[in-house]
C-alpha cells in the first residue's frame, strides 16, 4: 500500500469516524489525523486566552499562531498544544461547546486547513467535515459516513461519558441536532458530501461490517 495514501472519512458527529479512521489508519500502516481534535485544541486556547470567541479576526489569528500537533499511535492520538499534551483536556465539555462556535469562523477553517494539508501530504487516514471537499480534494479514496440521528447521540453518549458521567441523552441528542445544523448551514465549507465520495449509512451495522466495506473499496481504487 503506498504511503502517499490519502484517504478522507467526512460525516457528522457519532457516525463512526473516529473508530473507522483508526482501525484505517493502523491496517494501511498510515497516519491518523483526526481534525476535530485540532478544531479542540484551538477551542482550548480561546478558553484560556483573553480573545472573545465572537472575535472572528482575534480567534483566526490565534489559530494561525498556536502550534498543534498530533503523534502517537492511531488507537492513542496524543493532541499537543505549544508543546503541552491537552489530549485529554480538550473532551471536557466547555472545549466540546467552545469548538462548535469557533469551528464555524472562516479564518480558523482556513488556518486548519492549511496545517492538515500539510500534516496528510505524506499520506494519511483524515477525518472531519471538509476533507474530501476542501482539504484533499483529490484524495485517492473519498468516505462519507452517516447513521441515524438517534444511534449517532447514543454513541456519542458513550464517549461523553467516559469524560462526564452526568451526560444526559437528551442533551447530547440536543447538541449532536445542533451540531448538524451550524456544520451544514456554515457559509464556509458546510458538511456535504463530495460528489465522488462513497456514502455509506452505518445505521444498525456492526464497526467490523463498516470496516470490512472501506478495506474493499481502498483496495478497488488504489
Keep these: 500500500m503506498s504511503k502517499s495514501l490519502i484517504i478522507a472519512i467526512d460525516g457528522p458527529s457519532?457516525?463512526?469516524?473516529?473508530?473507522?479512521?483508526q482501525m484505517l489508519?493502523?491496517?494501511?500502516?498510515?497516519?491518523?489525523?483526526?481534525?476535530?481534535?485540532?478544531?479542540?485544541?484551538?477551542?482550548?486556547a480561546v478558553i484560556e486566552s483573553t480573545v472573545n470567541e465572537t472575535d472572528?479576526?482575534?480567534v483566526g489569528s490565534l489559530a494561525e499562531r498556536i502550534d498543534i500537533d498530533l503523534a502517537g499511535?492511531?488507537?492513542?492520538?496524543?493532541?499537543?498544544?505549544?508543546?503541552?499534551d491537552v489530549s485529554d483536556r480538550i473532551r471536557d465539555e466547555d472545549v466540546t461547546q467552545?469548538?462548535?462556535?469557533?469551528?464555524?469562523?472562516?479564518?480558523?477553517?482556513?488556518?486548519?486547513?492549511k496545517r492538515q494539508r500539510e500534516l496528510g501530504k505524506r499520506g494519511a487516514v483524515m477525518n472531519g467535515r471538509d476533507i474530501g471537499t476542501v482539504v484533499f480534494p483529490d484524495a485517492d479514496v473519498k468516505f462519507f459516513l452517516t447513521a441515524a440521528l438517534e444511534e449517532r447521540a447514543e454513541r456519542r453518549l458513550a464517549e461523553e461519558r467516559e469524560h462526564n458521567p452526568a451526560a444526559t441523552y437528551e442533551q447530547t441528542l440536543a447538541?449532536?441536532?445542533?451540531?448538524?445544523?451550524?456544520?451544514?448551514?456554515?457559509?464556509?465549507?458546510?458538511?456535504?458530501a463530495a460528489d465522488?465520495?462513497?456514502?455509506?449509512?452505518?445505521?444498525?451495522?456492526?464497526?467490523?461490517?463498516?470496516?470490512?466495506?472501506?478495506?474493499q473499496e481502498i483496495k478497488q481504487r488504489s
Design 73 to 84: 499511535d492511531p488507537g492513542s492520538l496524543r493532541v499537543t498544544l505549544d508543546g503541552r
Design 175 to 192: 447538541d449532536i441536532t445542533e451540531r448538524d445544523r451550524r456544520d451544514t448551514t456554515r457559509a464556509d465549507s458546510p458538511l456535504v
Design 14 to 21: 457519532g457516525a463512526g469516524k473516529s473508530t473507522l479512521g
Design 25 to 44: 489508519a493502523r491496517e494501511l500502516g498510515l497516519l491518523y489525523i483526526d481534525t476535530g481534535s485540532m478544531y479542540r485544541a484551538v477551542a482550548l
Design 196 to 215: 465522488d465520495a462513497i456514502v455509506i449509512d452505518s445505521t444498525g451495522q456492526p464497526i467490523e461490517q463498516v470496516f470490512q466495506r472501506m478495506m
Design 98 to 113: 467552545m469548538s462548535s462556535i469557533i469551528s464555524t469562523i472562516p479564518e480558523v477553517r482556513r488556518a486548519m486547513v
Design 56 to 58: 472572528d479576526v482575534a
